[in-house]
């Protein structure tokens, strides 16, 4: 996974969490399903990287 960069993951999560905190204030379910399925894969990714990234070094 070094080919991953944690950087770039973190800010894409938090954008995503952001799009899905506005899709829940508007009430949008499409956005909100959407961006709370995307905020969960790239959250899991993030924590693979703090996981997995560490025992590889």
Known sequence: MSGIS???YLILTFGLGMWLAYGLMIGDLPLTVANA???FLTGAIVVMKFVFGRSAN
Do not use: D, E
């Open 6 to 8: 944690l950087a770039s």
């Open 37 to 39: 399925a995307m905020v």
